[in-house]
């Protein structure tokens, strides 16, 4: 190989080793570093004993509403979804089939439910709904599957009162060994 060009087959490596270092440099500096505060948004969790549940509620018949602003590009009208992974209602964990999951028919515990939606709905904007928005988007999605009446205010004491129509369909094996 010519002397010409090994000197600029080594040229054109070190402008790559520098183009993608420069690159890394500058991906590490992305991003805004969050305080504290910032940080406790992130910490919630909605158990089903009712820890993690914020203050606040709402009925079906708000919920309809908002859901119908927020949620009705993947989910439907009533719930029907776009797709089998965005499908709320209907289902049966019985059936010879490969069964249709959904909040009626999958889920076990409201609180799954709440907790998802608090973290990470709308799909578009993930915890931008208040918690008001919530209990009341959490309501209509329950009272779609038929396990609330549309009158019920949801909150976090009722909340922990609603019984799933699978909330016997898993195992606990948490606390095995």
């Known amino acids: 190989m010519s002397t010409l060009k090994k000197l600029l087959t080594a040229s054109a490596v070190s402008a790559s080793l520098a183009i993608g270092l420069s690159a890394v440099v500058q991906a590490q500096s992305l991003g805004t570093p969050i305080n504290e505060s910032q940080l406790q948004g992130f910490d919630l ?14 009925t079906a018949m708000q919920g309809k509403a908002i859901f119908e602003i927020r949620c009705v590009a993947c989910h439907g009208m009533t719930g029907e979804g776009t797709s089998a992974n ?15 999951r959904t909040v009626g028919s999958y889920w076990p515990h409201a609180s799954t439910l709440f907790d998802y939606v608090q973290r ?13 928005e919530v209990y009341q988007v959490i309501a ?10 549309n009158s019920l205010v949801l909150n976090k004491e009722t909340l922990m009162q609603v019984e799933m129509p699978n909330k016997d369909g898993f195992i606990d094996s948490s ?3």
């Open 140 to 149: 209509y999605v329950l009272h779609l599957n038929g396990i609330i009446e």
């Open 86 to 100: 965005t499908r709320l209602v209907g289902g049966d964990m019985q059936s010879e089939e490969r069964p249709i």
């Open 120 to 132: 990470a709905m709308p799909a578009d904007a993930p915890k931008s709904l208040s918690s008001d």
């Open 45 to 58: 969790i909605a158990q089903p004993n009712g820890s993690g549940y914020p203050a606040g509620g709402g």
């Open 175 to 177: 606390q095995a060994l």
